[in-house]
């Protein structure tokens, strides 16, 4: 089993080499109002002799959570598009608060993500990264998120073992306060901001 974490390797003999792709979630724009269009624009016009661009097929992005508090505050979320499945799980789910230890319901948690990836017959890597708010210093959210991160990889790995089904590359990361997902001046959004990410690209059909 191959780790790849910030450029080291544990478990195997491949060559290291540092994960430096943004997770998933990251950059998402935030829904604004739409912006007025002049329909007599002389923008919205062709040049003449132009042609419109041949037609692309947009990556389609479907939500649900899972909750039992508030719909604003998911304690799991599953994002999947035409190209990689996200599971977003919330760090007050899994861990104690300033906590790298797993909560007692959180390994069965991770043990279904470990049997869908398992029963879609995954063969990319599989990433998990960390996540934490933008509270005390940047440095401790990054090692407290990598810790986290660590611990759900590792309940991960273990439940897919289990499963037989061992021969994996994990990617696994923290980010600290990189890469928030909501507003960080409120408790709402800075709940969903704390949240380990797993992510992998299913076999295409």
Do not use: C, W
């Not at 035409?82 to 991770?110: C, G, H, M, W």
């Not at 991160?149 to 590792?154: G, L, N, P, R, T």
């Amino acid at each position: 089993m191959l780790v790849v974490a910030a450029g080291t390797v544990a478990g195997g003999t491949g060559v290291a080499v540092a994960d430096t792709n943004p997770p998933p979630s990251a950059g998402d724009a935030t829904p604004t109002a739409p912006v007025r269009v002049d329909p007599t624009s002389p923008n919205l016009k062709l040049p003449e002799g132009a042609t419109l661009a041949p037609p692309k097929v947009l990556d389609i992005v479907s939500v649900s959570d899972e909750s039992s508090t508030k719909a604003s505050q998911p304690e799991q979320r599953q994002e999947t598009s035409n190209s990689t499945v996200t599971y977003a799980l919330q760090s007050e789910v899994l861990f104690k608060k300033d906590s790298a230890v797993l909560s007692p319901t959180a390994t069965s948690r991770i043990q279904a993500i470990a049997n869908d990836i398992t029963a879609r017959h995954v063969t990319s890597p599989i990433r998990v990264f960390g996540f934490t708010d933008n509270l005390g210093s940047s440095e401790h959210g990054t090692v407290l998120s990598k810790q986290r991160a660590d611990a759900v990889y590792k309940v991960l790995a273990r439940e897919m073992d289990k499963a037989g089904d061992p021969a994996h590359t994990f990617q696994v990361r923290g980010y600290g306060e990189d890469y928030p997902i909501a507003d960080n001046s409120t408790e709402s959004g800075r709940s969903q901001n704390r949240r380990v990410e797993i992510t992998f690209t299913p076999p295409a059909a």
